[in-house]
């Protein structure tokens, strides 16, 4: 009995059964959304990510601050003349990850370097103003940037990202 | 879990593994090979169905915990920015809420089903006991997670059942010390209320194993009563009982769904919707419904002790009941006495249930002394005499008998199902009813183009009600749940970012400290809340004459009145759950110049005729004329009262438009889903018959 009926109406109870488990499966999946969804930043956390504005002004030359976008520290370094000149001096192809310290800077603006505080490692934060160039130094793993931000030592693999921001007036920027 | 599993896998990898951890063999002999009678109604699903709802009462937990903040000042605002901002976090938040109330509406039929076809009867009284203890943790967690949002009725429950602890003689006191961890309910109850509901529902799954290995090892009942005799008896579960749970699960989800997105707060309570506050306690005390048949053997009891031991003895004279019902008969279908008198203690229990909600005066506690005595009297004398005395009718050789003799018969089963619905309901609205009579008169019912399963907002009369609000009721009530930035997300009163930025950069924000260290006002941002018109409670008392301006955040869900008989269960079809706009709008434009006579209006009150006790001390808010409108409106008392409160109503529940779509999209699946596995299901038995 059970063979014989199955065997008349093969495709048809065939049929049935795939469509009953194909949304089943849809269901399934589309419940997962959500599910996974929710870990990704809620709302407040993606409006508290807004651009900031930082006033340069009490930043003196030679001297940084560190400014926090986004839960990220962000240093603005107000650099001398020879930290830029180390910068430019030094043959781009010569880097691990070739950029002109002009591509990390603003035109025109060229004695503020903004980059975000985080060594590309594992995280870390580099201390500034430490290491062989001048530059920030991560007491982590040893990796040693430049006076632009550029990887130059160590297990680093990419210089130091430049947050998005652009110049509101001449002594103040906007990040994010 | 029946013995060594003839199972093998023919891949060489998993037979490696099998050798080592016969895990595979163990599956396929509980879930695939594993002999169910064949016999089993619908009833037995309920089984598979509780299994499910604790996966998903977990699975939600362990999400919910991960944004949720323990923490007496934060617990609330914790609940409310999950619901607000987190993704999903509303629909999160909604299936576990309604998840508890559907676990214990899904466990009262499994018991009821395990007492009707006599499942706790020989060999069976380990599994039947295992579940009196699957029940009394699941009440423990129920009641610690109904604590965690930190509303008024969370901080009341915590604090009335764990002064059920005082009642011990002697040693009372220390222990509701020792469970509050303070001096009173406080954050440290919190604290450990919240480990301890993260905790339980993992012992409930640990026992809910053992369950399921005692299940196994005596096999399963059935509605004959009969064990399984030949192979005739019995099918295999996978696929003849898998394909029916799934069916009874879908089923089931579709009844879940209906309260996820159409009804999430009917079963709640709008008090939970006010932070909590040590210094009031709520009019009316009321649990969970789930928990209101014990609560009122508890209040049947003229003594505290008594009381007490009176409520947990109903509960744990459930792990007696093998023994108290010693008839050699197990299904009630062939004890014609056994079976009126189930039916019988159903309805005390309901009875029980509705009472539970009923202030205790009255003809209410006399009722509740002879059902306490009633439901006592049925275990205690009914079960054990009717052993002796009834003449069971013959039972069936064998199940496959018993599946032959049936003749269509699905009638019983249906009035059992409307029968299970009203009873739930009524539970539902004796809770209502408790609201009721609470002294202010019943606000007539208005239209909203929010209400019903399609609603939504009006964009223009949310607009005018933002303008009444910053015009208006902002001088003294805050709205600090609401930020700038909302005003321009879907599903709110429809501005653009830019709009929004603008709005916010009218309001003064307090920032700091700087690099001086100083606090410091900038103007807001879309990210900005708004600002409150106190900076605290003293402030804000002190200003308006002794009285505390309620933040109007949620004010459209934490207000709500007595819908009364029949219109409750109604409610429950038409979705009706605007009592709270309602009430807004009604109090609103309630004010009467002069009080009616003989009513005594206390100095620095105003007469409002929907006002709970009529005496409120906010003065009427609003005149005619008092806000322009620029879309031509009329500028009148009634259009005010009910702009804003659209606004306040969206203010509340920011994505009610996002839950309804979402809702009858997943209607329309699982109503398809249904229909698929009924037929797939057909299919499957159409072999077996």
Redesign the interface.
């Known amino acids: 009995m059970t063979t014989a009926s199955s065997a008349d109406h093969p495709t048809r109870r065939d049929f049935l059964y795939v469509a009953t488990g194909a949304v089943a499966a849809v269901g399934a999946a589309a419940t997962v959304w959500p599910l996974v969804s929710q870990m990704n930043p809620d709302a407040s956390t993606v409006a508290a990510g807004a651009p900031i504005e930082v006033d340069l002004t009490p930043i003196a030359e030679g001297q940084d601050i560190k400014v926090f976008w986004r839960g990220k520290p962000i240093y603005i370094s107000h650099r001398t003349k020879k930290q830029i000149e180390e910068a430019r001096k030094v043959p781009v192809s010569s880097l691990p990850d070739p950029q002109s310290d002009e591509q990390r800077v603003k035109p025109g603006h060229d004695q503020w370097l903004v980059v975000v505080g985080i060594c590309t490692h594992l995280g870390c934060i580099p201390i500034a103003h430490e290491g062989a160039y001048d530059g920030f130094f991560c007491p982590c793993h040893g990796s040693v940037y430049d006076t632009s931000g550029r990887i130059r030592q160590g297990p680093a693999p990419t210089n130091l990202p430049v947050p998005p921001y652009t110049f509101v007036s001449d002594t103040k920027i906007q990040i994010g | 879990m029946s013995g060594p599993s003839d199972f093998q896998p023919t891949n060489p990898a998993l037979k490696w593994i099998e050798r080592r951890l016969p895990i595979m063999g163990l599956m396929h002999s509980s879930f695939v090979a594993y002999p169910t009678p064949r016999n089993l109604n619908y009833w037995w699903t309920f089984g598979a169905i509780l299994s499910f709802m604790l996966g998903v009462q977990i699975?939600t937990g362990v999400?919910l915990a991960?944004?949720y903040t323990p923490h007496a000042d934060m617990a609330f605002k914790s609940v409310e920015?999950i619901v607000?901002?987190?993704?999903?976090?509303w629909?999160?938040r909604n299936i576990h809420a309604s998840g508890a109330s559907m676990f214990f509406f899904a466990v009262y039929i499994h018991m009821f089903r395990g007492l009707y076809y006599g499942s706790y009867k020989e060999p069976r009284e380990v599994l039947w006991i295992l579940g009196v203890i699957i029940y009394l943790l699941m009440m423990a967690t129920g009641f610690m997670g109904y604590v965690l949002p930190w509303g008024q009725m969370s901080f009341w429950g915590a604090t009335v059942i764990t002064n059920l602890f005082s009642a011990v003689p002697y040693f009372g006191e220390s222990i509701v010390t020792l469970l509050w961890g303070g001096y009173a309910v406080g954050n440290p109850t919190l604290n450990r209320f919240f480990s301890l509901h993260y905790l339980l529902p993992f012992v409930i799954a640990g026992v809910v194993v053992l369950h399921i290995w005692a299940l196994h090892v005596a096999g399963q009942n059935n509605p004959a009563g009969v064990e399984p005799k030949t192979e005739k008896d019995t099918v295999p579960f996978t696929p003849y009982a898998t394909m029916k749970d799934m069916f009874g699960v879908s089923c089931f989800l579709l009844f879940f769904a209906w309260f996820i997105f159409y009804m999430p707060n009917y079963l709640g309570d709008a008090e939970n919707y006010i932070p909590a506050n040590p210094a009031v306690t709520p009019a009316h005390i009321v649990p969970e419904w789930y928990y209101l048949p014990f609560y009122a053997i508890l209040r049947s009891i003229p003594n505290k002790l008594a009381g007490v031991i009176a409520m947990f003895g109903a509960i744990l004279i459930l792990a007696f009941l093998p023994w108290l019902d010693s008839a050699k008969t197990r299904s009630s279908k062939y004890r014609p006495l056994a079976k009126q008198f189930f039916w019988m203690f159903v309805v005390v229990c309901i009875g029980l249930g509705y009472l539970g909600a009923q202030p205790p005066e009255g003809i209410y506690v006399i009722v509740g002394r002879i059902l306490t005595f009633l439901y006592f009297a049925y275990f205690l004398i009914l079960l054990p005499l009717l052993a002796r005395i009834e003449k069971p009718r013959p039972v069936p050789n064998s199940i496959a008998d018993d599946v032959l003799a049936k003749s269509g018969g699905k009638a019983p089963m249906v009035s059992a199902v409307i029968a299970v619905l009203m009873a739930g309901g009524l539970l539902v609205g004796g809770a209502d009813s408790a609201r009721a009579a609470e002294g202010g008169n019943k606000p007539p019912a208005q239209k909203w183009s929010f209400s019903g399963p399609f609603g939504k907002f009006d964009r223009g009369a949310m607009q005018r009600g933002l303008k009444v609000y910053k015009e208006v009721c902002a001088s003294c009530h805050g709205l600090s749940f609401v930020?700038f930035?909302n005003l321009a997300?879907p599903g709110g009163p429809g501005y653009s970012v830019a709009q929004a930025q603008a709005f916010a950069s009218e309001y003064k924000v307090k920032d700091g400290p700087n690099?001086q260290g100083e606090m410091f006002e900038r103007p807001g941002?879309?990210?900005d809340y708004f600002p409150s018109p106190f900076p605290n409670e003293q402030a804000a008392r002190a200003a308006n004459g002794g009285a505390f301006p309620p933040d109007l955040s949620l004010i459209t869900k934490a207000r709500s009145y007595g819908r009364g008989f029949p219109m409750f269960l109604i409610d429950f079809f038409t979705q009706y759950q605007e009592q709270g706009p309602d009430y807004v709008t009604a109090l609103l434009q309630g004010y009467e110049d002069k009080p009616p006579a003989g009513f005594n209006l206390p100095e620095g009150s105003y007469f409002n005729t929907y006002f709970p006790g009529h005496a409120i001390k906010m003065p009427k808010p609003l005149n005619d004329g008092q806000v322009t409108y620029d879309d031509g409106s009329p500028a009148t008392v009634a259009q005010y009262a009910k702009d804003v409160t659209h606004f306040l109503m969206w203010a509340a529940e920011p994505h009610m438009e996002a839950r309804k779509q979402l809702g009858l999209q997943v209607f329309v699946?699982l109503i398809?889903?249904t229909v698929?596995?009924y037929?797939?299901k057909k299919?499957v038995w159409?072999?077996a018959h």
């Open positions: 699975l999400i991960m944004h920015l607000r901002d987190v993704n999903y976090g629909l999160l930020a930035r997300e690099d941002r879309p990210a699946f398809l889903l698929l596995l037929f797939t299919k159409a072999n």
